[in-house]
């Protein structure tokens, strides 16, 4: 069983168990996207599903590092972590 390893406190568990992003091209440059079944493609970013770790990861920039962006800056919508506030 695959296993990743959460940005936000670093826990590793099967990726089934954690929520999936991934970083998607907008209009305004990069944004981070939720992409639980891996649809959208690209390099998947994990967090356990409470918005504890997705906050943390996001106030660390773990997002923007993981993304591999070289520079660029990629947008991180807070609704994602509060929309796993709603899931549990
Ligand atoms: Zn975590």
């Known amino acids: 069983m695959p296993v990743r390893r959460c940005l936000g406190c670093g826990v590793r568990a099967p990726k089934e168990l954690l929520a999936r992003f991934t970083v998607v091209p907008g209009q305004d440059g990069a944004r981070l996207a939720r992409d639980d079944r891996g649809r959208l493609g690209g390099r998947g970013l994990y967090v356990c599903r409470v918005p ?3 906050d943390r990861a ?5 997002f923007q590092r993981g993304a591999r962006l070289r ?3 990629l947008a991180v919508d807070p609704a994602l972590g509060q929309a796993l506030d ?3």
């Open 58 to 62: 996001s106030a660390r920039r773990a």
């Open 71 to 73: 520079g660029a800056s």
């Open 86 to 88: 709603e899931e549990r």
């Open 52 to 54: 504890e770790c997705f």
